[in-house]
């Protein structure tokens, strides 16, 4: 008998971000306009690929020179502007029936079930404000991008987390919020680490150890690059951090951008699904276990459909994805839980989002 296809969570889709960025995220990409072309993601790609439920961000930059969703470093309102326009984004989804917003994952299959991570604190103007985008939804928090918040060092930096970045920390553990670790300096993971108490997950992050050549880290601006006091390709996870995730019953999700699959982050090919396959099972050697890995593609988050592995051009083909797994001696219980399942145990255990929790 012919199995099913298999549901996808995705620990990482940029979806407000590309709409704010001028995608129309209601048609199919190849009609969607917007940056980055060839599109990948857009909301009816998402359901014809069985993407069921999500990790969907609040990302923002500073200094970004779109002001659709960048702003001045250091200017605590304009961050918040842009960074509540997005979830505004996904309120509005919310009631118009595209998008169910946070409560326990449901077995219903559309519309998309998504809780927010906000990807960069900047726009939560101080601690005592986590509640109340706790209360729109935000289950998970990574306290900086690549580039530096006013809480933590990002990974283009040597910094870790600043007083009111700890004060952070803790109001993230009060609220039991989840603590995205993407993105986050050496240094900041180390410091957060010794602090939280609550969940912990890397939503988009794959091996360093499979991506490091020795080198520097990539071209300066990038956001694999390095100077003389930040570690080479920074934005990986190293393995003792992976094995500290694991050990608190974290999730790390693999992220499908090429230049972080490849040895050495080159960008002058696309990655092979075998090399996401071995960053996949690094990460269960490393926790022991097949249970602490999931899907946290990032795809389409800020580069074109070009850029993901061979192969997979849109959701629709993370079948192949699946289907190399088993090739490689998974079953297809542990391809679930890779797929869907370890995603859906991780957010129901963890996700502690206020009512009202459903939206439609």
Same mark, same amino acid.
């Given at each position: ?5 298999f ?6 889709? /940029? ?10 995220m ?11 072309? #060839? ?9 014809e @690929?069985?993407?069921?439920? $999500?990790?969907? !961000? ?16 250091g200017n &605590?309102?304009a ?8 979830l505004d ?29 906000v990807?960069?604190a900047d ?24 580039? =530096? ?13 600043s ?22 300096s050496?240094?900041? !993971? ?28 990539? #071209?300066? @601006?990038?956001?694999?690059a390095?100077? =003389? ?11 003792d ?9 974290? &999730?790390?999700? &693999? ?8 040895r ?7 990655a ?5 396959v071995?960053? &996949?099972?690094?990460? $269960? ?14 795809? +389409? ?11 997979? +051009?849109?959701?629709? /083909? ?8 088993m ?25 502690k ?7 439609q």
């Open positions: 008998m012919k199995q099913p296809p549901s996808w969570f995705d620990a990482h889709l /940029d979806l407000a971000y590309m709409a704010v960025s001028r995608r129309n209601d048609l199919p990409p190849e009609d969607a306009g917007g940056p980055d072309l #060839p599109a990948a993601v857009t909301l009816p790609s998402l359901t @690929g069985r993407v069921r439920h $999500c990790l969907a !961000t609040v990302f923002t930059e500073p200094d970004g020179a779109d002001p659709a969703f960048g702003y001045k470093a &605590i309102e961050a918040a502007a842009v960074g509540r326009r997005q984004v996904y309120d509005q989804w919310a009631a118009t029936g595209k998008m169910r917003i946070g409560g326990p994952p449901s077995e219903n299959v559309e519309p998309l079930q998504a809780w927010i991570l990807e960069g726009p939560i103007r101080n601690p005592e404000e986590v509640a109340q985008w706790q209360s729109r939804g935000v289950a998970a928090i990574g306290l900086a991008w690549a580039k =530096p918040s006013r809480y933590a060092g990002g990974n283009m930096t040597d910094t870790g987390l007083p009111v970045g700890r004060d952070m920390v803790i109001a993230i553990d009060e609220a039991g919020i989840i603590h995205d670790l993407s993105h986050l050496d240094r900041a !993971t180390d410091e957060l680490l010794s602090i939280a108490k609550g969940p912990i997950m890397a939503s988009h992050s794959n091996c360093r150890a499979l991506v490091n050549d020795g080198s520097a880290g990539g #071209p300066v @601006g990038s956001t694999t390095t100077t =003389p006091s930040v570690p080479p390709f920074q934005r990986h996870l190293r393995d951090v992976i094995r500290e995730i694991g050990r608190r019953g974290g &999730i790390v999700g &693999i992220n499908l951008f090429s230049p972080f699959l490849v050495g982050g080159v960008r002058s090919r696309r092979t699904i075998s090399e996401v071995a960053h &996949i099972n690094r990460v $269960c050697t490393l926790t022991g276990s097949k249970r602490h890995v999931g899907l946290g593609s990032d795809m +389409d988050g800020g580069f074109s459909a070009l850029t993901l592995p061979e192969g997979l +051009d849109r959701p629709k /083909d993370l079948g192949l994805l699946a289907t190399a797994l090739e490689n001696g998974w079953s297809r219980s542990e391809t679930e839980g890779f797929a869907f399942e370890n995603w859906v145990r991780f957010i129901r255990e963890n996700a989002t206020s009512e009202p929790l459903l939206r």
